[in-house]
């Protein structure tokens, strides 16, 4: 099973700023790679997929980068909307498809 | 616009068996590339993929779960379901139905249902 870790734990964020999520892999998964954020009291919704597409309806601020174990999502101006976990999820070697813990990005 | 909706008891007897249903409205179940799943995440924790079915039949699970779980699914009802026999209050947990995207072998979740809290307990 390939253990999928995140940094940092919490990221703590001015409005209008960049943040900078790391997502790192036991072993390499290509670009088999997806971010997910979810808000609370809400389900998660997939804003990455392929390590860099933006799924549909998912605003050009958001960006994703890297292959095979280390991986970062930038938000490039932090908005309201933005504050949330994070989580990042490997398909290339499955099952298990298998989720890192979360980074949550708060309000600094 | 496709949706998802997860229905069933919100309360399970620890050793009994957890039973959800997800209705699927606005798009057919049997769809080709597309698979359908289970998610949970207990209380303040991670998200654990579960298992997930084909309109087929077709399943893949967990293997820390599979020993314990089922998946159906019911076109005709344009439906599918999860079983978890022998529950304990470690599978206390909010439980996601969600569309799997699987062209060629990819395996992410592109549409989820809003979630369901299940509680074990007695």
């Known amino acids: 099973e390939i253990v999928m870790t995140q940094s940092p734990a919490t990221l703590s964020v001015s409005p209008g700023e960049r943040a900078t999520l790391s997502c790192r892999a036991s072993q390499s998964v290509n670009y088999n790679l997806a971010w997910y954020q979810q808000k609370p009291g809400q389900a998660p919704s997939l804003v990455i997929y392929?390590?860099?597409t933006r799924a549909t309806g998912i605003p050009a601020r958001f960006s994703g980068s890297g292959f095979g174990t280390d991986f970062t999502l930038t938000i490039s101006s932090l908005q309201s909307e933005d504050f949330a976990v994070y989580y990042c999820q490997q398909y290339n070697d499955w099952p298990p498809v298998t989720f890192g813990p979360g980074t949550t990005v708060d309000i600094k | 616009q496709l949706q998802l909706q997860e229905s069933g008891p919100g309360l399970v007897k620890p050793s009994e068996t957890l039973s959800l249903t997800c209705t699927v409205s606005?798009?057919?179940?049997?769809?080709?590339?597309?698979?359908w799943g289970w998610i949970r995440q207990p209380p303040g924790k991670g998200l654990e993929w579960i298992g997930s079915i084909y309109y087929s039949g077709s399943t893949y699970y967990n293997p820390s779960l599979k020993s314990r779980v089922t998946i159906s699914v019911d076109t005709a009802k344009n439906q599918f379901s999860l079983s978890l026999r022998s529950v304990t209050a470690a599978d206390t947990a909010v439980y996601y139905c969600?569309?799997?995207?699987?062209?060629?072998?990819?395996?992410?979740?592109?549409?989820w249902g809003q979630g369901t809290l299940v509680t074990v307990s007695s």
């Open positions: 969600v569309r799997v995207m699987y062209p060629t072998g990819l395996f992410y979740f592109d549409c």
């Open positions: 606005g798009g057919s179940i049997s769809r080709s590339n597309y698979y």
């Open positions: 392929g390590a860099s």
